[in-house]
């Protein structure tokens, strides 16, 4: 009877898999597919509703206009991968834009100092919200939310609401802005700079201990604890790293706007998550990558670029990116129910 | 203080080929251990002796201490009073990692393991080794090659045959494959003892009868050998000496060849004792 039982068993363990289940399977070993997926698709069929969506200018300019919300999904993608989610990374993000500008416009300090010091700044917020986290006990939603209020409020506070143009500010801060060719492409070197972050973030994700560990703190925190990682240093490593990353988004945000304003971001910190979460990131923790998260933020951003290019109102990409979110969630808790 | 004293051991219902176990010094001893909870006695001066070689298994019923005695002997938890003894010496864990550092393995009932991590990841986790050279001291570069031949080194040693490839996601593995990993992961790492709290538990007849085939390949390399059960034929299967949790004291320690399971299950629920 046992034989009988075992082979039917194994009969069952040898049956084909059908499509729909290679699929998930696929998704399961590579989060990034169905957002490069989504991004190509996108890319096609802007660029049949017009032509010059495919334009090395339009490209160029694609690039240019995800910088910022690009670099902000780095630090969002390392919170979220924790199992948490960052609500301040728009606040510490004009917090050390504010700093880096009227440090070196009003105060005189040297543009190199100003850039250091605003990027010491963004590492202290994030390491506050790591403690508090991690010291407190607090979960990341409410500590996040309230230092969003917080250092939204110290920004506002410190630079009086006005804003600071880059004719005032030091070429050192204005640096990122700049512009050159690659090829038919126009860059920035901010472009260039996030591409580099990307690059240094994702090696420290997939290669080494520490990334290794991000993913099991955010799957299952007290099997992690039980297998001997130190939970909660990782985690407070995290949030910090991600206030050095907010740091260089405020440099990149004044080359990009060409000024150091409070309201300069306004829509930073969902951009960020949308960008995370369209690609291919888990809200629950322990699963995605950084490459989606960068293939969101082009998506997203395609969107902004092709409607306009389409001559479609913008509430239309309001809307698309909101049926995105839900369709990428629903994919992730497809891919979770993965079997062998 | 520096020398223990063994706790009396009869050997008589001890089969003669398995008697020379007992001969050398115990690895790991508990003498008086006490821990309260407020009001609540965990543990009400219990002693215990393990040997190399050996599967001591673990019963009780709920609530008898089983627990608590497993995570003061491996750190997780702190003694009010009493002392552990490693080969002789008196040791005192602060936290589960220390234990871990002195050889002492623990397979947790919720086996801790990550589900989307891949087995080798699993196996390494928290001990994971760099590449040779500057690629690993200073980009601090895993060796993912190495520690996934080495992973599989680990699974095939414990004769694990339906786990093949280690770079699988252990969320895709069935519950006796997930015991597997845990226990592979245990047996790469504890060089004393590993303990294993209810490994049976979520497990079907043919599962079960490979996770002890794995205690009894773990006992026969040498470790020594903690088995917390509630099945009492898987028990009676494994052990070589049975140690009696009873409202937080140990009733007695005896062997599946000098009492059968009712006989045991009698002493564990208090309804016959143990002559002494």
Redesign the interface.
Known sequence: MSSSTSAAAAEFARRRQSPVQRIQHLL?GYPWLSPLFLLVLTFVVFSILNPRFASPNAQSLLFQQVAVVACLAIGQTLVILTAGIDLSVGAITILAMMVMATLAAENGVAGWLAILIGIALAVGAGALNGLLVTRVGLPPFIVTLGTLSIFTAIALLYSGGSSIQNNRLPDIINFTGETFSVGPFRVTVGVIMVLLLYAIVG?ALT????G??I??VG??P???R?????SKRILLSVYTVAGLIYGFAAWIQIGRAGSATANGIPDANLDSITAVVIGGTSLFG??GGLIGSLLGALIVGSFTLGLSLAGVDQQWRLLAIGVLVIVAVSVDQWIRK??? | MSTIERLPLSVDHIPETKRSVYDAEPILSARNLVITFGRVIGLDGVDLDLYRGEVLAVIGDNGAGKSTLIKCLTGAYQQDTGDVFLEGRPVSFKR??DA?EAGIETV?Q????????DIA??LY????E?RPGPLGSV????D?KGMKVRAGDSVQRLGIQTIQNMG??V????GGQRQAVAVARAAAFGSRVVVLDEPTAALGVKESGMVLDMVKQLRDSGLAVILISHNMPHVWEAADRIHIQRLGGCAGVITPQSHDMGEGVAIMTGATQLAS
């Open positions: 399961h090696f290669q080494t201990a520490w290794r560990h993913f099991a799957d299952d007290e099997s992690a039980l297998s001997g990682v130190a322990g699963r993965v079997k062998a | 589960p990692q871990r947790y919720q086996l801790a393991v990550i589900p989307a991590l990841s699993n986790l928290a001990r994971e760099r980009f601090r570069m895993l993912k699988q996601a969320e895709t593995l069935s």
